[in-house]
């Protein structure tokens, strides 16, 4: 399958790298808005087309399938684009930054049919697919403490003036888009949208946020969340339920997951994976659009707008 890439950064060289272990994984053509950058890129690939326009890459019969990871305000347009040329879109988290977005490009994916899936890595991994079956061994869930505090080195350069997009809200930007979207997907995926949100956050001079917290209400249980791009957290995250607590090492990546029973008894749930996170989402959504599925029945469409609708 041959992949068009949009967006030249440090997370297309990780999922490049991961995707060295699919036989079917090719790169086709890469997008830059400057023809040098798109070059550069390009050359660590071995990928001679290049194109700064990039309705022609979706033309040009070179791809059959994209990546985007480019800035989050530019996902909607860039990926209905792709879609309406018949190319296949997995497209980097967060999806959309408003509800009306992801409906549009339900909307179009269906139309044309053509496979849109958001890379939300974590929730297609082994181990965390496992945590899902295993859910009920706690019984009643009682509260599910989900965060992801990573201190951003882009931080220290607005604290010397120096404003990176990764604090810009006018690109979609800021902590909860950032990392909160990594606490709130698994909780959709686990247990559904909540009845109430209670949300508080911290905004930088720019209006990005740096950090917040959410509690999620539902009938029997809560959900909080926790991220910041200005602290640090080395603690796990943790369901609890009345018969024990499923201990989770990282939201972002779950690797390592034990029950902890009340009566003294562990399980680990923790399945090994022989590749890295990035490897099973890429398989994913080559697996939907070889069987011709519009959306993936683990990260469906429906589940993006619920997460976009607590990161909006």
């Known amino acids: 399958m041959r992949f068009g890439i949009i967006g030249t950064n440090w997370i297309t060289d990780r999922l490049l790298k991961a995707a060295k272990d699919l036989p079917e994984f090719s790169v086709g053509a890469v997008y830059s808005r400057t023809e040098e950058r798109g070059r550069e890129f390009a050359g660590k690939y071995g990928v001679e087309a290049v194109y700064t326009d990039m309705a022609k890459m979706f033309q040009s019969g070179k791809i059959d399938a994209v990546y985007i990871a480019s ?20 497209c980097e988290k967060p999806a959309v930054i408003s509800e009306a977005e992801m409906e549009r490009i339900v909307e179009v994916s269906r139309k044309h049919q053509t496979t849109y ?4 890595k974590s929730t297609v991994a082994p181990t965390f697919l496992n945590l899902k079956k295993n859910l009920h061994k706690i019984g009643q869930i009682r509260r599910l403490v989900f965060h992801f505090n990573q201190y951003s080195s882009r931080y220290d350069k607005y604290k010397e003036g ?8 006018e690109f979609g930007n800021g902590a909860k888009m950032d990392l909160g979207v990594y606490c709130i997907a698994p909780i959709i995926h686990l247990v559904g949208e909540p009845e109430k949100v209670l949300a508080n956050s911290y905004s930088l001079s720019t209006g990005a946020d740096g950090q917040g917290s959410m509690i999620l209400a539902y009938k029997e ?9 200005i602290t640090d957290s080395y603690v796990p995250c943790e369901i609890q339920g009345e018969e024990g607590v499923i201990e989770i090492n990282k939201i972002s990546d779950p690797r390592q ?3 902890k029973y009340r009566d003294g008894r562990t399980e680990d749930l923790s399945i090994p994976q022989e590749y890295e996170t990035m490897y099973y989402e890429l398989k994913e959504f080559m697996d939907c659009v070889k069987a011709g599925q519009v959306e993936s029945a683990i990260n469906t469409h429906d589940i993006s707008r619920q997460v976009v609708k607590l990161l909006s």
Do not use: R, T
């Not at 899936?117 to 939300?120: I, N, S, V, W």
């Not at 120096?162 to 809200?169: S, T, W």
């Open 71 to 90: 800035p989050n305000s530019f996902h909607v347009e860039q990926s209905v684009l792709a879609l309406e040329h018949g190319i296949h879109v997995l």
């Open 117 to 120: 899936m958001e890379a939300m």
């Open 162 to 169: 120096i404003i990176e997009n990764a604090f810009k809200p």
């Open 221 to 229: 249980f809560e959900a909080i969340v926790m991220y910041s791009k």
């Open 257 to 259: 997951v034990i029950i």
